[in-house]
């Protein structure tokens, strides 16, 4: 999940303080159109959401083969100058670098809650992603497939798509989620809604008036099991069920995503 | 009702932490399972302890047993408000995501802790023959869960350390000076909790991460320790299964860097035992090879 390095951070540390936030920001991601998959989409949307909130100046590039120039291999990652650096957790690091933070005024128990939380997400929310996409037979076949490979001339297409599926699959024989059936994945996903709405409480956000990194992060990935057409819509109809899960996304989508269209 | 986990040693019910976290929550809801302990890691044949049977029922990991136990009226968390069982599932779900890698690094990957104890004490305690081969099987299964947090191996202990020190944190906010995180009776996260730090606790690896991390946390160490008191009293405080002083697992540090034997002198040695064995051959005259050289000369 995180990647910390600590040489890296130092270094961070110390340019990072005296230069702003350069004008010439790209974020990395794959088509959005054609070929982006339920996870990756989620986590990029996550990144873009954070850096809005934040208030930065960003420009979003396609590239077919995003995931292998990002550094750990992972969708999005943002170049900054002369730092490039991939997803969400170590891109909100590098953006406090900056003096920008959106928990500025949290306390410490506050901070660690959060983090707890945005753990759960990473760990159900996403696991449960990439079960639907790369184990379930109808998804796989219909969606993942063809999306994954679409960019790719045959025979590449199915070489890459096999062993990406390979590569997902071990890691999620490790995580244990490989032996459920698609029913406790619901299960999973149900209990992870129950748990960030019991959080949430009926606030505007998770911690007070204005948005963090793990709203951004939740919106990222619901907003995006809602919106993403699947052979199967289970998933989407559970996260319907939490109503007040689904006024926050709208509510961000509203203040950050339509406002700027706008403009 | 019967539940198998892998034995204990060092003062621990069990080495493996989901077991122990199982048989936690058996002794605290006392649901009337019979626990067996066992040296055989393919027995059942599927893979890993714990595994509960009961009936025609067979399950194979923590949750699913716990989730059983419940439905069978064994549910210690039944007392709970919604928002805290909400809570307990976030913390539960960030010891698997935090805590657990690093108890895996400790007990398989770090090559002095596992040539100095763990490969050693499995190779005691794993009835023969696959005591020759579990520890290196299980060793790559715990690779495989690492790589997913960490893909670069030079700096795994530190990111894996950050990671359990944020869990670590959670939990101490969590607890805070209460007796168990929910008020004065424990629930099913006090044993999760208990089983995924005990072990850095008891057991004595010359390299300790989790509990020099817990340095900072007496109040969850102190748990631990009224944890332990007053479910496993009755455990056997002595290491059974393997003789070792830690300043003689540390003297032995520096070996520790020997470089396996690479492909290219493996096919070198096995090279020259062929070209010798075929040389002597042909000097007995046991292969004949009178018609080869037709067969060269022909063409």
């Not at chain 2, 929910?182 to 010359?206: C, E, M, N, Q, R």
Request: aromatic content about 12%; some cysteine.
């Amino acid at each position: 999940m995180t990647s910390h390095v600590p040489l890296m951070d130092k270094i961070q540390m110390e340019l990072g303080v005296l230069e702003p936030w350069p004008k010439d920001v790209k974020l990395y991601q794959p088509y959005e159109v054609e070929q982006i998959l339920l996870p990756d989409n989620a986590n990029c949307l996550a990144v873009q959401a954070f850096l809005r909130m934040c208030n930065l100046e960003f420009e979003v590039v396609s590239k077919a083969n995003a995931e292998f120039m990002s550094p750990s291999g992972k969708v999005p990652f943002i170049k900054c100058g002369a730092f490039v650096i991939s997803e969400l957790e170590p891109i909100v690091q590098f953006v406090n670098t900056k003096g920008i933070t959106l928990t500025a005024n949290m306390e410490g128990d506050q901070k660690s809650d959060m983090r707890a939380y945005m753990s759960l997400v990473h760990n159900v929310l996403e696991n449960a992603e990439l079960y639907i996409c790369w184990c379930d037979k109808e998804t796989y076949n219909e969606v993942t497939k063809p999306r994954n490979g679409s960019v790719y001339p045959w025979p590449l297409n199915h070489i890459q798509t096999w062993s990406k599926k390979s590569t997902v699959l071990k890691k999620l024989k490790m995580m244990g989620w490989f032996n459920k059936n698609i029913e406790q994945v619901y299960q999973e996903v149900e209990n992870c809604c129950q748990a960030l709405t019991d959080r949430l409480e009926g606030k505007e956000f998770f911690f007070g008036q204005s948005p963090t990194e793990l709203d951004a992060l939740i919106f990222g990935h619901l907003f995006t099991i809602l919106t993403t057409p699947l052979p199967n819509s289970n998933i989407a109809n559970i996260v319907r069920n939490f109503p007040s899960l689904i006024d926050l996304v709208q509510r961000v989508e509203e203040d950050y995503f339509k406002k700027k269209v706008k403009q | 009702m019967e539940l198998w986990v892998w034995v204990g040693d060092f003062g621990l019910v069990s080495i493996n932490s989901e077991c122990i976290s199982t048989v936690a929550y058996i002794k605290l809801t006392k649901a009337p399972v019979k626990i067996h302990f066992s040296r055989n890691p393919y027995n059942l044949l599927s893979g890993e302890y714990p595994i509960f049977r009961h009936k025609q029922v067979t399950l194979y990991n923590y949750s699913d047993i716990i989730n059983y136990l419940k439905k069978h009226n064994y549910n210690m968390d039944s007392k709970l408000s919604s928002k805290q069982v909400s809570k307990s599932y976030t913390l539960t779900n960030m010891i698997m995501a935090s805590l657990r890698p690093l108890l895996e690094y400790t007990f398989w990957i770090n090559n002095c802790n596992y040539k100095r104890l763990t490969s050693a004490w499995y190779y005691n305690v794993v009835i023969f023959p696959f005591n020759h081969i579990y520890s290196s099987n299980r060793r790559k299964l715990a690779y495989g869960l690492v790589e997913n947090t960490c893909q670069c191996m030079d700096r795994i202990e530190n990111v894996l350390q950050q990671e359990a020190e944020d869990c670590l944190l959670c939990l101490s906010y969590a607890l805070e000076k209460n007796e168990y995180f929910f008020g004065d009776k424990p629930t099913s996260l006090d044993a999760v909790v208990f089983a995924y730090i005990v072990p850095a606790i008891k057991i004595p690896f010359p390299i300790n991460p989790l509990l020099k991390a817990l340095d900072s946390h007496p109040f969850l160490k102190r748990f631990i320790k009224r944890f332990n008191e007053k479910i496993f009293d009755k455990v056997e405080q002595n290491n059974k299964y393997l003789n070792y002083t830690k300043s003689g697992l540390n003297m032995k540090y520096d070996e520790d860097e020997e470089t396996p034997m690479s492909w290219s002198s493996k096919i070198l040695i096995m090279g020259t035992a062929v070209c010798a064995m075929v040389l002597y051959a042909m000097s007995k005259d046991i292969i004949d090879f009178s018609k080869w050289n037709y067969v060269l000369v022909s063409s």
